[in-house]
């Protein structure tokens, strides 16, 4: 029971949901889109606010870069990962190399994938 004349704590968010709005930011998606997964109420500008207060702004600067998950089997993972060892780069570099450079210049997806 709350005193009178008390303000309310501040609402405190469980550890999955605050696991949930890290994985889903972390997959690139934006605040609008969360608050829309999430569908119990937190709006987008609190889920803003709350991934600020974890500094986590710092790590990515650019507002233009957007991180784009590729889902990979553990085998598919450890072969690119060999190719991209053998360049001296980390695999994301590798992949990001790949997808802009054959991607951009000249869609070579039909190129490279049967159809």
């Known amino acids: 029971m709350r005193k009178l004349n008390h303000p309310p704590f ?21 605040s609008t889109d969360i608050a829309r997964y999430l569908a119990d109420g937190t709006t ?12 986590l702004e710092k790590i990515g600067k650019d507002r233009n870069i957007i991180y784009v998950p590729i889902r990979l089997t553990a085998y598919e993972r450890k072969m690119l990962g060999r190719l991209a060892q053998a360049r001296g780069i980390p695999l994301e570099q590798w992949l990001r190399d790949v997808c802009v450079n054959a991607g951009i210049p000249n869609d070579l997806y039909d190129a490279v994938v049967d159809p």
């Open 44 to 55: 987008a500008e609190t889920i803003r606010t709350q991934l600020q207060r974890a500094d």
């Open 10 to 30: 501040d609402p405190r968010w469980p550890n999955t949901k605050a696991i949930k709005v890290g994985w889903l930011a972390g997959r690139g998606n934006q």
